[in-house]
């Protein structure tokens, strides 16, 4: 019997989903749980799998194609099972190109470059390892900082990561890098001198005047949900300048102590803010419209900026856990988003979220609070500078935090005497080991 393949809500607040890739060819036998495709959903890239066994009999949309939640994209079916009418009644238009290709012949698969890709679709189930790869690159290529999305990007177009110029943070490349070198009119062919990484991507100020990319669900999301925050919540905002030399000295002594005892300013900073919040729940809480929640536990938000955008992964009971518990959760968390690779229920449920700029050197900034969230508080670089202390100036780090707080349920001193605890918390370190 034949079993309707569609777009799936894969995420709490998914509505619609690009196809990022079919892993099943059709004529492919398919069992019942096994992954179909890849679909880009608001926040991650997530597995869509088949709920029935047969032939994966038709692909409806293509690659690259993005459509809403509860469309047909597919049908699996017995081989000799007529599926004419199901097809013809499910509304979906046949093979969709993706948004705004270019002029792309056929409704096939990926690559769209004229680079000298090998086979496109048919061949055999097992591609991956002897995929494009043009000679020589793929040494250089490991070494060189590029994100997961980057590098499959390269390989479907027959790229050489050596020879690009990264755009992204510290020279990362990213997804736009590809994009630009697959749509420049001369794709690399042989391998150009791995070591020279000079460009074919163009100069930002030549070529074309502009160019339009379409909007990732991503960046969809974010405009959405931040465009709710900023224009009902009544925001306000308070900032406060923290002495970091107490946190710096202990960190120093944890380090000495060896690798395990490691960790960055950011875990002493989420450990910081998760105790304030419990001794402080009307900071810890979510505007209903009737209603306000206070949490009795502290579910922290942090947020990661990914190629796309940023997601907010969440340290789930913040304030019950150590040091070192969060230091590994916090890069594994993070890692993950940078990879797209979080399931909705690690970044969903915060109950108070920080955003944390100072590796990029900002000193002060304010954060959009996300809804329902009655607060978020943006962290500043740590940066040395002469203060006055008893009396005498003195040179310290010192770090700015500013809380953007939701009016309607927290009060100007209710802030105030939340950022006075987490002072107390930060220029008082060892406070957050008992």
Not at 18 to 40: I, S
Request: aromatic share 4%; proline share 8%.
């Amino acid at each position: 019997m034949a079993t309707k393949v569609f777009m799936e809500a894969l995420s709490p607040t998914m509505e619609e989903g690009r196809l990022v890739k079919w892993l099943k060819n059709e004529g492919d036998v398919v069992k019942n749980g096994e992954t179909l495709a890849e679909v880009e959903t608001d926040k991650a890239i997530m597995e869509l799998v088949a709920r029935g066994d047969g032939v994966l009999r038709r692909r409806l949309i293509a690659e690259g194609a993005t459509t809403a939640v509860g469309t047909l994209i597919g049908v699996v079916a017995p081989a000799d099972e007529n599926i004419d009418a199901l097809v013809a009644g499910s509304g979906t238009p046949a093979p969709a190109a993706p948004v705004a290709s270019p002029p792309a012949a056929t409704p096939a698969p990926a690559p769209t470059a004229a680079a000298p890709a090998p086979a496109p679709v048919q061949a055999a189930p097992s591609a991956p390892p002897a995929a494009p790869a043009p000679a020589a690159a793929p040494a250089n290529d490991a070494s060189l900082r590029s994100s997961p999305l980057a590098r499959r990007l390269a390989a479907d177009h027959g790229i050489a990561l050596g020879a690009l110029h990264g755009s992204g943070p510290g020279g990362r490349i990213i997804k736009r890098d590809v994009e630009a070198a697959a749509s420049s009119t001369t794709p690399p062919s042989a391998a150009p001198s791995a070591a020279t990484p000079v460009s074919r991507v163009p100069s930002p100020l030549s070529g074309e005047q502009y160019r339009d990319v379409p909007l990732t669900q991503i960046r969809k999301t974010i405009a959405r949900r931040l465009a709710e925050s900023i224009g009902p919540v009544p925001t306000f905002y308070l900032t406060a300048e923290l002495d970091m030399e107490r946190v710096a000295e202990m960190r120093a002594a944890m380090a000495e102590l060896g690798d395990a005892y490691k960790v960055s300013f950011n875990d002493i900073v989420i450990k910081a803010v998760a105790t304030a919040l419990a001794q402080h729940p009307e900071c810890n809480a979510h505007w209903q419209g009737d209603s306000i929640r206070y949490w009795n536990r502290v579910h922290l938000g942090m947020a990661v900026a990914i190629e796309d955008g940023l997601i907010t992964p969440v340290i789930f009971d913040a304030h019950s856990k150590g040091l070192s518990q969060i230091a590994a959760e916090s890069r594994d968390l993070a890692k993950r988003a940078r990879e797209r690779k979080l399931k909705p229920e690690e970044y969903t449920g915060s109950t108070f979220s920080i955003s944390n700029l100072g590796m990029f050197g900002i000193d002060q900034f304010t954060a959009i609070i996300n809804p329902p969230e009655a607060g978020i508080l943006a962290v500043g670089g740590i940066e040395a500078k002469a203060v006055v202390v008893g009396g005498d100036v003195q040179v310290r780090r010192r770090m700015r935090v500013t809380m953007s707080c939701d009016h309607r349920v927290i009060d100007g001193a209710a802030g105030a005497r939340f950022l006075q605890t987490l002072r107390r918390l930060v220029e008082n370190p060892l406070l957050l080991v008992y």
